[in-house]
C-alpha cells in the first residue's frame, strides 16, 4: 500500500559527495518519521540519520557533520547529502518511512529497495 522509490545512489572519489532521494506514495494519510539505514555485507543493518514530522533530526557518530537529512512533506521524500565521503562509507542504503494510512489510519514502516554508495579511488 505504501511505495518507496530510491535514487541517487552511484560511484564516488574519497571526499567526494550524492544526495540520495526517497519518495512515498500510495495510501498514506500521515509520515511521523523518515530515515536512512545502511547496510554492508554480512552485517546488521544500521542506523543513519532521522528526521521526525517536526524536523527534529538525529544521526550516527560516524556521519555528524558529514550528511544532512531533510524532508519535503509536500512530495512525501526524504533526502540525505552526504559530504566528505569516505571509503567506510561504501554501504547499501536504505530508506524508511513510518506513519499512518489512509482509510484504517493503520500504522505502517516500509522500507525502500536499497542503492548502491560506492566511495573508491
Known amino acids: 500500500q505504501v511505495q518507496l ?6 560511484l564516488v572519489l574519497p571526499g567526494g559527495s550524492l544526495r540520495l ?5 500510495g495510501s498514506i494519510f500521515s ?11 554480512g552485517k546488521e543493518r544500521e542506523l543513519v540519520a532521522r528526521i521526525l514530522s517536526g524536523g527534529l ?3 550516527a557518530d560516524s556521519v555528524k557533520g ?4 531533510s524532508r519535503d512533506n509536500a512530495k512525501n521524500t526524504v533526502y540525505l547529502q552526504m559530504n566528505s565521503l569516505k571509503p567506510e562509507d561504501t554501504d547499501v542504503y536504505y530508506c524508511n518511512v513510518h506513519g499512518t494510512l489512509l482509510g484504517s489510519r493503520a500504522s505502517f514502516s516500509s522500507w525502500g529497495q536499497g542503492t548502491q554508495v560506492t566511495v573508491s579511488s
Open 21 to 25: 532521494s526517497c519518495a512515498a506514495s
Open 31 to 41: 509520515i511521523y518519521a523518515m530515515a536512512w539505514y545502511r547496510q554492508a555485507p
Open 57 to 59: 533530526t538525529s544521526y
Open 66 to 69: 558529514r550528511f544532512t537529512i
Open 5 to 10: 522509490v530510491e535514487s541517487g545512489g552511484g
